[in-house]
């Protein structure tokens, strides 16, 4: 790209997309999920080479930014990533243009609107750590899911699983009901829009901190505010986060690739979040449990809210990680399972991998 295109408020954000869109409209689609507590719309950009349908085989992929509002990297990493992907498929970059025919991408740059307005007319210097963090209503959203986590653990004590309780697709609790005053409209729009696309692969994009978080973010013991908590499927987890950690160019830079904590050094850049510190209701988690979608959360830089001079250098330090990581959706054995008489699609079915439980 000859130039970074720097767009900072939610208006600037709705322009490029649309302008993106305009641009590549073979590819592009832009879409809502829903509305912020203040009534902003919640947009989301999907590019594939046939927008607007789930075909048969292609995963479906999704980057969700500024959770936390102050956070307002991820947001200008997932716009540039719109443009990057537009531009370079037009070029023919075959790399690009493998990604866009064999992925339903879907990107989107403000899960929390409200509360990254309230950063964004503070700016870059006066942000801070907490303003603009959480919604309008006070809430922070990578608490605000549906604790699974607790049933799940219960229910395996009880000796339940898989049987009697299920260790995938897990229910929401009727405790978790909607409307509910403690679960916010940012999160409500969210959930559906997991149960209305089958997403394999996701990444949630965070700020203050160079480290990828991996599940379980909980732990399992729930009077400790620290404690290794891993899935059962781990190793895909930390293959996953090491992806992403050992190609980005500032995580990988020993001088430069610790903010505050030392506990990463033992991991190069990854962690297992609840060992990092407890997230009960966090999105990973509940992505994990209720749609079987994998998801990281990555911490991408230890300033929050950087300068618009910083953003070029940003953009270097992660497209290769974006992309690389966005591929790893392609791994793994894929397929569908049939009738052998019939030759017909199996609904619901259930695959299991000796050796780990789920």
């Known amino acids: 790209m000859s130039e970074f295109l720097i767009e900072r408020n939610l208006i600037f954000s709705r322009q490029l997309m649309k302008r993106v869109s305009e641009t590549c409209p073979d590819i592009t689609r832009i879409y809502s999920i829903g509305k912020s507590y203040l009534g902003l719309k ?56 493998r990604l866009v025919t064999e992925t339903r991408i879907h990107l989107m740059p403000s899960m929390n609107p409200d509360g990254y307005e309230t950063a964004y007319k503070l700016g870059s210097e006066m942000s801070g750590w907490a303003m603009g963090r959480w919604t ?7 608490h605000n899911f549906a604790d699974l986590n607790t049933q799940l653990w219960d229910a395996e004590d009880a000796e339940l699983v898989p049987h009697k309780f299920p260790n995938h697709y ?55 505010a620290q404690e290794l908590t891993p899935t059962a499927d781990d190793p895909i987890f930390r293959w996953l986060a090491t992806v992403y950690a050992t190609s980005n160019l500032v995580m990988v830079d020993d001088e430069r690739r610790l903010c505050h904590y030392e506990d990463f050094m033992q991991e190069g850049n990854i962690i297992n979040g609840a060992n990092w510190h407890t997230v009960p209701g966090s999105m990973n988690d509940f992505s994990y449990l209720h749609t079987n979608c994998f998801e990281v959360t990555i911490e991408l830089s230890c300033d929050k809210f950087p300068h618009e001079s910083e953003l070029p250098q940003e ?31 199996i609904a619901d079915a259930i695959i299991s991998v000796e050796g780990i439980n789920h």
């Open 136 to 142: 309008y209503e006070g809430f922070d959203l990578n």
């Open 170 to 224: 897990i229910p929401i609790p009727e405790s978790y009901t909607f409307p509910n005053a403690t679960v916010a409209p940012e999160t409500r729009a969210v959930i559906n829009w997991m149960q209305r696309y089958p997403f394999v692969l996701g990444a949630n994009l965070h700020g203050g901190e160079l480290v990828v978080t991996y599940p379980f973010d909980m732990t399992r013991t729930y009077w400790k």
């Open 42 to 97: 919640m947009y989301v950009m999907e590019i594939s080479d046939n927008p607007g349908q789930h075909e048969v085989g292609e995963p479906e992929f999704r980057y969700v930014a500024g959770m936390h509002g102050n956070e307002a990297l991820g947001r200008e990493l997932v716009l540039n990533l719109m443009e990057y992907l537009c531009q370079e498929y037009k070029q023919g970059n075959l790399r690009v243009r």
């Open 315 to 345: 953009w270097e330090n992660n497209k290769e990680s974006l992309l690389l990581y966005m591929e790893q959706i392609h791994r793994g054995i894929k397929g569908i399972v049939r009738d052998k008489d019939t030759e017909r699609g």
